[in-house]
């Protein structure tokens, strides 16, 4: 091509798969004439790279084959102590591995094994390299989410990838933010082990649930479900208390395992992440309280309707509200949630203080909603309070040979 140096047709991925063929993120940093580290991740930013790099080579030393080597940087990363709470046990000096103090790759003449660029755009110890995946557990609107095994700790883990269309800024944002999770610690939130962006999609890795979620448990008796009750109010108390709102409350996002703890998962830590979900995939939310729905804004009052709904559901075995025509209607769904009065646990079934906790988690105006303070005082949850959690455990170990039985006859009947 006239006139255009051999490198403008170089692409930024296949520079970085010669010189380091496993790594499937192509960023780096590399240093400037004044020391600044600038970051690359783009073919143009690789070229501007380059060009400044000769430019700042004498004539002398490039035709006598001289040259000082071209040393680029894995991104800094924190100390393991602070991004590996869960205590997860990697190698961290396997042979692929930069070694700590060697700057780097170098062009073409020092061939180095990088896996560790994997983590550039990454929080965490966990790269797509080190994962086996096992199976899909579900799909959600967006995301898969997929059982896998972390091969350097033997850790099994719940993998949720998500495909974004979002710029390299928003994707460094969305992991800065994700980072906060590595400060939450509590045992009724799921566990995070860290989350990286390979291409255009997000990969978020947390604790496995061998229960599930409770989307797929049809009716829970009260006993067992006043206690998953508990784990939840207090899993909301702790993230409202970090100033984070959870923004999707819903049955799917309650998940249970069969030691009987119960965690919530898929809660918005990262703002940026919820706007480029919400911008890319259009869905409808049944359990958003009225005010949402009309779009007046949103409170911890709304999530406390979501919790209350979500309860109410387990509770009766069913969706509570239906579209007047009793169809599928998605939009008539919604006017009914916005212009009916709320459901209502049945009496005589129910215990009073679960059908008034019930009652007052629903109410449509948002402002005598109770507040997280007071559901933490309410006699439903102070009586589940009790922290038996083997009652959960049995019920979930008995519910999941239920459906596994099932299953078996199912197959057994169409083969
Ligand atoms: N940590 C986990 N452990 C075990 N199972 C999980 C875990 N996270 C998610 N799942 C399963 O994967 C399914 C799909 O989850 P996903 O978050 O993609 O969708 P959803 O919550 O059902 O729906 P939506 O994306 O519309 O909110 C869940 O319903 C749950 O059964």
């Avoid at 599928?328 to 769904?333: F, Y």
């Avoid at 008995?398 to 099932?406: N, S, T, V």
């Amino acid at each position: 091509m006239d006139g255009e140096p051999l490198y403008s047709h170089l692409s930024r991925g296949a520079v970085m798969t010669r010189v380091v063929p496993h790594a499937s993120i192509s960023a780096f940093d590399y240093e400037d004439e004044d020391g600044d580290k600038i970051t690359v991740r783009s073919d143009d930013e690789m070229k501007t790279m380059i060009v400044n790099y000769l430019n700042s080579t004498n004539e002398i030393a490039a035709t006598s084959g001289n040259l000082q080597p071209l040393v680029i940087f894995p991104r800094a990363s924190k100390s393991s102590d602070k991004r590996n709470i869960h205590g997860l046990k990697v190698k961290t000096k396997s042979p692929n591995a930069v070694p700590a103090g060697d700057p780097g790759i170098v062009h073409g003449s020092r061939k180095q094994q990088a896996s560790d660029l994997q983590e550039i755009l990454a929080c965490g110890h966990i790269s797509d390299a080190h994962l086996h995946y096992i199976e899909i557990l579900g799909s959600g609107n967006g995301g898969t989410v997929y059982r896998a095994q972390h091969r350097p700790s033997g850790t099994i883990m719940a993998v949720k990838v998500i495909p974004l269309d979002i710029t390299p800024e928003i994707q460094q944002q969305i992991i800065s933010e994700l980072e906060v999770l590595y400060k939450s610690n509590s045992p009724m939130i799921i566990g995070f082990y860290g989350a990286y962006f390979i291409e255009n999609r997000i990969s978020i890795c947390t604790e496995f649930m061998d229960g599930g979620s409770l989307d797929k448990y049809g009716q829970i008796p009260e006993t067992v479900l006043g206690r998953m009750a508990v784990a939840v109010v207090k899993g909301l108390h702790y993230l409202w208390n970090l100033k984070i709102m959870h923004r999707d409350v819903k049955p799917s996002n309650i998940l249970v395992n069969t030691q009987g703890h119960v965690k919530l998962c898929d809660f918005g830590v990262s703002v940026q992440l919820v706007t480029s979900i919400a911008r890319t995939y259009v869905g409808t939310n049944v359990y958003m309280a009225p005010e949402r729905l009309e779009g007046n804004g949103y409170s911890i009052h709304s999530e406390v309707w979501s919790f209350g709904l979500s309860l109410c559901e387990l509770a009766v075995g069913r969706f509570p509200y239906k579209a007047p025509d009793h169809s599928n209607s998605a939009i008539g769904l919604l006017n009914t949630i916005v212009k009916e009065p709320p459901p209502r646990l049945p009496d005589g079934i129910f215990s009073e203080g679960f059908i008034d906790f019930v009652a007052l988690c629903m109410q449509k105006d948002p402002t005598i909603r109770p507040a997280p303070r007071d559901l933490l005082q309410h006699p439903f949850i102070v009586k589940n309070d009790d922290g038996n959690t083997e009652i959960i455990a049995a019920w979930v170990g008995a519910k999941l040979q239920q459906i596994q039985l099932r299953r078996i006859a199912h197959a057994t009947s169409s083969a």
